[in-house]
């Protein structure tokens, strides 16, 4: 909403705007009037929408023709005044301000008018028979008022309805000539109902219309107030109340009866509770808040973000099958302008037989989204109306931005729940299959996957010491002379190697010597396709040598050339090795140790599993 409002009065001479100006300053007409008034502002607290409001005069006798083209483009709202008992200035109106207003504003961004007949002291007779068929030729025109600068007669009211005009404008919302409501607006009202619609049922029951007039309204509805709501919209509109609620068309109905009957602010307020400026466009405000991010830290979903999300995914999850069909995303993304997820989602979280995503990679994805790009995740849970359902000030207070690495490392201890692993190797070495093993996909399954819906991202959880956490793995690819600090800013590294090439570990070698020879970020050594012979490498140590030698833990082997899914061993130990990087590598490498880490792992996985499935039969 606009912080101000500017008013500018214009007009033919002797139709009274400086009276007009001057009788609600002082609330009594004025002995002397002087050419034009000087400009005055109206604090916020003396205005019925709280803005501080500007009143700008106009004279012929005093400015000139550029003046008043300045005056024209610095306002917001301008009022033609004209005098009752003056044919002439009436048509003065058409014949010469509208088209001069008209002209010097964009066509795109018209400033709403208002046509004020002064003077209503001196007629018996109403000026709306003439002034009716002006109003219905220009849409411009949001409403006409009579009034009398000399007995004080709907002065306030002149300035409310030009103030009004301002911040609760007709034209985005409405359409005169075809009496509905405009596209834009039918679509910002549609986002609203479907976020207001917590089950998901295509109706808002009294609960959820409770909750929705509290949350735009500040109070709730009292019952037979609710009552009455859905009678009227019974009496006028088919299928408007459906199950004793309100559908989108009763939803929609109900507003244009707001906006006909010049309630425009009603409608206003619920879509800036929603977050839509003037132009029924979402915010950058609403959509991106501030949030600090001090280096060397990280971003993850707070515990109420994902409660949010799980009933976002319930109220989606219609079969009750813990997964999202390709209907039920498409129906989950209504209220976003596009579709933020591609099919290369697939392939970068946890699927179904069916290839669709489940409630653990559901909620995987807006975990990596989170971590990634904080900001697209911010925006993301705006458009699902986060902020609003939890009572927040923002969507920033789903988002916790982890302490510094340097500190956990300092306490040997962390807090965080997402841990980045870089995947390198050189092409062809098993990292892709690597990547998509962790989803549970064999080398048979891997190879269904189209080339362009491939991911260079896997995310999903592990469990160290019955702990859940989440793994994200990132493919970089092999193009030793240009790795970034992003491929290379991570909790954990794989190097992944193909035992049946032999100048694949060359790679592997070149990397760690360059780049983590000296870095205290912990390093692994994946043997991969261990189901094939293993060839002599053409580096001058072997890879266990070279493990040896830089007190590395030995080649892990990994094939995902199984019949069932391959095994998760190693990305528990990765996980682990993230969570602990200060440990020496001969507790790393005691089998106890890993033995402990991963206890429960398969446990926690498939308990976690029933438990969301018993909260689903409580629902």
């Known amino acids: 909403m606009r912080k101000d409002v500017r008013i500018l009065l214009v007009g033919e001479p002797k139709v009274g705007k400086t009276s007009l100006i001057m009788s609600l300053v002082s609330e009594e007409f004025p002995d002397e009037v002087p050419l034009r008034a000087e400009e005055i502002t109206i604090p916020a607290d003396v205005t019925p929408e709280r803005v501080p409001t500007h009143i700008v005069d106009y004279s012929e006798a005093e400015q000139s023709d550029e003046q008043l083209y300045q005056e024209i483009s610095k306002a917001n709202v301008i009022c033609i005044v004209y005098s009752v008992n003056n044919k002439k200035s009436i048509e003065k109106v058409t014949s010469h301000w509208i088209p001069l207003i008209n002209d010097r504003t964009d066509k795109d961004s018209r400033v709403p008018l208002i046509l004020v007949g002064n003077k209503s002291d001196l007629v018996e007779h109403s000026s709306m028979e003439t002034i009716l068929p002006i109003m219905n030729q220009y849409q411009d025109i949001e409403t006409c008022v009579e009034c009398s600068a000399k007995n004080l007669k709907n002065i306030s009211e002149l300035f409310y309805y030009a103030q009004k005009a301002v911040l609760h404008p007709t034209g985005p919302l409405y359409c005169p000539e075809e009496k509905e409501l405009k596209p834009s607006c039918i679509k910002s009202l549609t986002r609203i109902f479907k976020v207001s619609d917590l089950d998901n049922d295509g109706i808002l029951n009294d609960n959820e219309l409770n909750f929705f007039q509290r949350t735009c309204f500040n109070t709730p509805l009292a019952p037979q107030a609710l009552e009455?709501?859905?009678?009227?919209?019974?009496?006028?509109?088919?299928?408007?109340?459906?199950?004793?609620?309100?559908?989108?068309?009763?939803?929609?109905?109900?507003?244009?009866?707001?906006?006909?009957?010049?309630?425009?602010?009603?409608?206003?307020?619920?879509?800036?509770?929603?977050?839509?400026?003037?132009?029924?466009?979402?915010?950058?405000?609403?959509?991106?808040?501030?949030?600090?991010?001090?280096?060397?830290?990280?971003?993850?979903?707070?515990?109420?973000?994902?409660?949010?999300?799980?009933?976002?995914?319930?109220?989606?999850?219609?079969?009750?099958?813990?997964?999202?069909?390709?209907?039920?995303?498409?129906?989950?993304?209504?209220?976003?302008?596009?579709?933020?997820?591609?099919?290369?989602?697939?392939?970068?979280?946890?699927?179904?037989?069916?290839?669709?995503?489940?409630?653990?990679?559901?909620?995987?994805?807006?975990?990596?989204?989170?971590?990634?790009?904080?900001?697209?995740?911010?925006?993301?849970?705006?458009?699902l109306g986060y902020s609003i359902i939890y009572e927040q000030e923002s969507q920033a207070a789903a988002i916790t931005v982890t302490r510094n690495k340097r500190i956990d490392l300092q306490k040997k201890q962390t807090q965080r729940s997402v841990f980045r692993c870089n995947v390198l190797g050189g092409r062809g070495s098993g990292k892709s299959a690597f990547l998509q093993a962790f989803l549970g996909k064999n080398l048979q399954g891997q190879r269904r996957i189209r080339e362009d819906h491939k991911s260079f991202y896997a995310i999903s959880t592990t469990y160290v010491y019955g702990q859940e956490k989440y793994l994200l793995l990132h493919e970089v690819m092999p193009d030793f002379d240009f790795l970034s600090e992003a491929d290379l800013a991570c909790d954990v590294v794989c190097l992944v190697y193909d035992i049946n090439n032999p100048g694949s570990f060359e790679y592997c070698a070149k990397v760690y010597k360059q780049h983590f020879i000296d870095s205290k970020t912990p390093c692994v050594v994946i043997a991969a396709k261990s189901d094939l012979h293993e060839v002599r490498q053409h580096h001058s140590l072997s890879p266990h040598e070279f493990c040896r030698k830089h007190k590395l833990h030995p080649p892990q082997p990994f094939t995902c050339s199984t019949a069932e899914a391959p095994n998760k061993d190693i990305y528990t130990r990765l996980t682990t090795m993230a969570m602990y990087p200060h440990m020496a590598q001969a507790d790393l490498k005691n089998s106890t140790f890993w033995l402990r880490a991963s206890v429960g792992a398969t446990v926690f996985a498939v308990l976690g599993f029933a438990m969301y499935r018993a909260l689903l039969k409580q629902r």
Request: proline share 4%; with cysteine.
């Open 228 to 383: 009455d709501v859905k009678n009227v919209v019974r009496r006028n509109m088919a299928d408007g109340v459906q199950d004793n609620g309100l559908s989108l068309k009763g939803f929609l109905f109900l507003h244009t009866l707001f906006i006909q009957r010049g309630r425009h602010e009603t409608t206003w307020t619920v879509l800036r509770r929603f977050g839509y400026d003037d132009d029924l466009e979402l915010t950058q405000e609403y959509l991106f808040p501030m949030i600090k991010m001090p280096p060397d830290c990280t971003t993850e979903l707070n515990h109420n973000a994902y409660l949010f999300l799980q009933s976002v995914f319930d109220k989606h999850d219609k079969d009750r099958d813990c997964a999202l069909s390709p209907d039920e995303v498409k129906d989950l993304f209504k209220v976003f302008p596009y579709m933020p997820w591609g099919p290369d989602v697939n392939h970068t979280v946890c699927t179904n037989e069916q290839g669709w995503i489940t409630y653990q990679g559901y909620l995987s994805q807006w975990t990596l989204t989170t971590y990634l790009d904080v900001q697209r995740s911010l925006e993301y849970l705006g458009y």
